[in-house]
């Protein structure tokens, strides 16, 4: 016997266990958020063998360092192999800098000599456990179809492949990983034994225009904890469960300039960055909708948390399915003076977003607050926090020249906790802008919360 519950709760459909999938290449699946708080949009990013590629050779780095746990700071270095005009091969090494001090530090012996030094060192180095290799392959099938084949090795090979198609006005991606890692919110990290994930976006460059998303997404396997819990949560992320999820969303979004300088640029001299060479003043917001629906594992967890519009469906033949949908909404404001152009201080940029990623929680929040109000109630802590919305800030400030410092940072507000207001995943970076492609910069940055760094670059930001 079927039982069917319907639930009217509002926790946050949009904003539920967002997880983003890691590799050794740094490249993710397609997902809802950005696991990071990085305000503007961060430009079209490469795969982590790319990367290391480019700034060996535009920024002659022999290595590019990036930090991250369990083993901190890490050096790689890659080689490329252009087999022909249609087929590339990377080989990505890495080596565990922080890994391999720890392991001197903590040896027993104590060398009296020089040589016994180097023999300590050495002895150190045949640890198989301070490297790890990476096995990257892109094929361009087609104009429109590109192939990526990866293999890593770290103490157990991971494999990934991704098919991209370019259809007009749209892109279908095809991922799969076996085994895949995990990071969520809290910053935990998980092992999945197989993901698939099959994801369909309309594309567009319009300020002013509609969008959807097509996804699907299959987990084989229970998800382990790849390293030791760093953050107390109720078990994995829902959408790591086993299981089948299929997600869709539709979304408008519209751009208005409230200000625009017309002074002219300073002749003769090119701007460091083209997309960021105008003052300005606009804003911008975004309103859609989402809807999910689980079978598995996937719905069990989706009917214990409650989460949302939806209903449930319970099979004693052991059929579990759940259906979720929830609205959400995004403001923002950006402010610029400057041209990036002149040697100091001509360039500060500002941007404030405020977020509601569920409507239903919203909405239920402020009928509360009014039928209080009007009955001279006292309200609930309760729906006060759920009429408050999630913030990020970003600010860009030019130092001199081409480099820049860079600080994105959400916002939480917690009226339950004695610090209301929570700075969440800040990240700080350093960006030196390449003045080349009109758009591109090798950025530095740190995100204490995680306790992560990478260097890389980026092209074609706003």
Avoid at 292 to 312: L, Q, W
Wanted: glycine fraction near 6%; include cysteine.
């Amino acid at each position: 016997m079927r039982k069917l519950r319907w639930v009217m709760d509002g926790g946050g459909f949009w904003d539920l266990d967002v997880s983003t999938p890691k590799t050794l290449d740094g490249s993710a699946c397609p997902v809802s958020q950005n696991p990071l708080p990085l305000g503007l949009s961060r430009g079209p990013r490469l795969s982590r063998p790319k990367q290391v590629d480019f700034m060996q050779r535009f920024m002659f780095a022999p290595f590019v360092p990036s930090f991250a746990k369990p083993n901190g700071l890490s050096l790689q270095r890659v080689l490329s192999l252009p087999l022909n005009d249609d087929w590339v091969v990377y080989l990505l090494g890495q080596f565990h800098l922080q890994k391999f001090i720890s392991l001197v530090k903590r040896s027993e012996e104590k060398p009296s000599r020089v040589s016994s030094w180097f023999q300590t060192i050495g002895r150190q180095l045949q640890q198989k456990s301070l490297y790890a290799l990476g096995l990257f392959s892109e094929f361009q099938l087609t104009q429109d179809d590109v192939l990526h084949l990866a293999l890593d090795y770290n103490d157990s090979p991971r494999g990934k492949a991704i098919f991209s198609h370019k259809f007009p006005g749209h892109e279908l991606t095809v991922e799969a990983v076996s085994p895949g890692l995990f990071v969520d919110k809290s910053g935990n990290y998980w092992d999945v034994p197989f993901s698939l994930a099959i994801d369909f976006a309309s594309l567009s460059t319009s300020s002013s225009s509609t969008s959807y998303h097509l996804s699907a997404h299959y987990n084989s396997g229970s998800p382990e904890p790849f390293d030791r819990i760093q953050n107390q949560i109720d078990g994995p992320p829902r959408n790591l469960l086993p299981g089948l999820a299929l997600k869709s969303a539709i979304s408008y979004k519209n751009k208005v300039d409230i200000w625009k300088s017309e002074a002219p640029k300073l002749k003769m001299v090119q701007p460091y960055d083209w997309f960021i060479s105008n003052p300005n003043v606009s804003a911008s917001w975004i309103i859609g909708a989402a809807a999910a629906t689980g079978f598995g594992e996937i719905a069990e967890r989706a009917r214990a948390n409650e989460d949302s519009i939806g209903f449930f469906i319970d099979d004693h033949d052991g059929l579990n399915a759940s259906f979720l949908a929830d609205t959400f909404a995004s403001a923002s404001l950006t402010a610029q003076v400057g041209n990036f152009q002149k040697p100091y201080l001509d360039l500060t940029q500002f941007q404030a977003q405020l977020n509601i990623p569920s409507g239903t929680k919203f909405f239920n929040g402020a009928r509360n607050l009014a039928r209080e109000f009007l009955q001279s109630r006292k309200p609930s802590l309760d729906d006060f926090q759920a009429v408050c919305p999630n913030a990020t800030l970003s600010f860009q400030q030019q130092i001199f020249g081409p480099l820049s410092l860079r600080v994105d940072s959400g916002v939480t507000i917690d009226l339950k906790d004695p610090n209301i207001v929570k700075p969440k995943d800040s990240v700080i970076a350093i960006e030196y802008a390449l003045q080349v492609l009109f758009s591109a910069k090798a950025v530095a940055w740190y995100c204490p919360q995680r306790q992560e760094f990478m260097a890389e670059l980026r092209f074609y930001e706003k």
